[in-house]
């Protein structure tokens, strides 16, 4: 891997938040597609998780903090019950900069924030058994339990637009008028086809939201199954990258985790062959989430559970495709045509899911 000015100011960066322990070893974690994150090492009982937080996708990252320790902190309160160590592996424990805040700014613009490790703790790309799929969804289903209580409007929007369908049509209507020909020649198949024919359906969530008909809640808007950690014995343990944490609909959470953990692929997997909804792990997943859930959802909420899958894998797929299209200015890649792969990955996954659609609903 090439090593880049910024791994040389790990230890630096390290050393300025109030921690146990000396630094050892910097790792660069290679999964999220927006922040930087290294898992840090040190000589003390507890390992550290150091993100420099995307100032350019995230434009209030003291509010993003705050969401993130005020999150953290209620989650904590709400396990009060559980012996400490417990607690610890359930809930993120952020770090301060010595007598200062929970995030380190430097002068160059960016923002750093630290956590402790969570120790035996492992993640997925890809699911390959109910169980998980299971545990996956009651992860899911406890974090909105525990959050239930929290008045969502209180927390900083640090991302408007989120989730919103027709701000993503739009960025993407944008994205085919300023596309360089040869990429919207291959983008073709799916703007033809897939967008046209779903564009009303895809609505429906948002129009129901705006109508009132869907209560608000604390929604943590990216749970996908790499950002949910387990255990040892494969229990879910905790539900990690809080940075999206706002207001939101039961939707968005239920049908992200659902885009990846439902998936027999990773989502950037090129032989579309290998990409299928898998209906078991769909089963297993939505009973998990309503044991927790079950009774705090309103049968509006329920009714549109399968819909939600469905419309997430859709929403990410369009954002994939529009940043394919806008020459890759917003997800890293490894490629050129990564964000393309990862478009027509989700595209396939609808296909796969159009296909079950009838046997996916919620009682
Ligand atoms: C991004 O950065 P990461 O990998 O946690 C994105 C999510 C997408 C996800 C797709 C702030 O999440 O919305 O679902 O990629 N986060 C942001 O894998 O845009
Ligand atoms: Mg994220």
Avoid at 307 to 334: E, P, S
Wanted: charged share 25%; glycine share 4%.
């Amino acid at each position: 891997m090439e090593l880049v000015m910024e791994d040389c100011q790990v230890k630096e960066i390290f050393d300025v938040f109030d921690c146990k322990g000396d630094f050892e070893q910097a790792i660069r974690l290679e999964s999220g597609h927006i922040n930087n994150t290294y898992l840090i090492h040190t000589n003390g009982e507890d390992d550290y998780v150091l993100q420099k937080i995307n100032h350019l996708v995230f434009k209030d990252i003291p509010g993003l903090i705050n969401n993130k320790v005020t999150i953290s902190n209620h989650i904590r309160n709400e396990l009060s019950h559980l012996p400490t160590e417990q607690i610890k592996r359930k809930v993120l424990t952020l770090v301060k900069v010595k007598n200062s805040e929970e995030f380190y700014y430097e002068e160059d613009g960016s923002y750093w924030n630290l956590m402790v490790y969570i120790k035996c703790s492992f993640t997925y790309e890809v699911v390959r058994n109910k169980e998980i799929a299971y545990e996956g969804g009651k992860l899911m289903g406890n974090f909105l339990n525990l959050t239930n209580d929290f008045d969502a409007s209180t927390l900083t929007t640090t991302i408007p637009k989120f989730h919103d369908m027709s701000f993503r049509f739009s960025n993407y209507k944008y994205a085919i008028q300023s596309s360089k020909i040869e990429r919207l020649r291959k983008a073709s198949v799916h703007t033809d086809v897939i967008i046209c024919r779903l564009k009303e359906e895809m609505h429906i969530l948002q129009n129901l939201k705006e109508l009132g008909e869907i209560p608000l809640r604390v929604t943590h808007n990216d749970p996908k199954i790499s950002n949910i950690l387990f255990d040892e014995l494969n229990k879910g343990l905790c539900i990690i990258d809080t940075d999206t944490v706002m207001s939101g609909i039961v939707h968005y959470d239920f049908g992200d985790a659902i885009r990846t953990i439902c998936n027999t692929a990773k989502e950037d997997e090129t032989d579309l062959s290998k990409v299928e909804f898998n209906l078991e792990y769909y089963k297993a997943y939505t009973k998990g989430f309503l044991s927790q859930m079950g009774d705090s959802l309103t049968p509006t909420e329920k009714k549109y559970l399968p819909l939600a899958a469905k419309t997430m894998i859709f929403i990410m797929g369009l954002r994939f495709l529009t940043d394919y299209l806008m020459n890759d200015v917003y997800y890293k890649t490894k490629y050129p045509e990564h964000n393309l792969d990862r478009a027509r990955n989700q595209f396939k996954l609808i296909e796969s899911l159009e296909k079950q659609f009838d046997k996916m609903s919620v009682q």
